[in-house]
């Protein structure tokens, strides 16, 4: 079973990598760049009886830092 | 304009960062994990009048490496 994980910064948070990308891109040349924020996404393959709650469990012991960081579980077979 | 770019490693690259997070699940005492892969999702407000072609050069340019990575680019309002 293929489980798609979203993690981003909360809003408010600061976000140096975004804002190191935001700067090369200007830098580059690249204008009307107002904004940039960078998150990951964790693609996991699991057993078909994993259950909810033990993916929630994942994310939350070791996936993602919940003090400054959302995520969002997408479960899917594509 | 939000743009929302999804960057992941090419199937059969090596990807370390997904390893490490599998074998650490591992010694969490999580089972039944298969793979783990991870991707990062680079999030772009952009000004309206910015071009598909030029948000397809920022990330040919910078946002991925596209010798190991795939991209691929969603455009929404959320």
Chains 1, 2 share one sequence.
Request: glycine letters at 8%.
């Amino acid at each position: 079973m293929k489980i798609r994980i979203h993690v981003s910064l909360k809003p408010g948070v600061l976000d140096p990598q975004g804002r190191a990308v935001h700067h090369a891109l200007e830098g580059l040349g690249f204008e009307g760049v107002k904004d940039v924020r960078i998150g990951r996404i964790i693609e996991l393959d699991v057993a078909s009886d994993t259950s909810d709650e033990r993916i929630d469990e994942m994310c939350r012991t070791l996936l993602a830092n919940t003090v400054i960081e959302n995520y969002r579980i997408e479960k899917g077979d594509e």
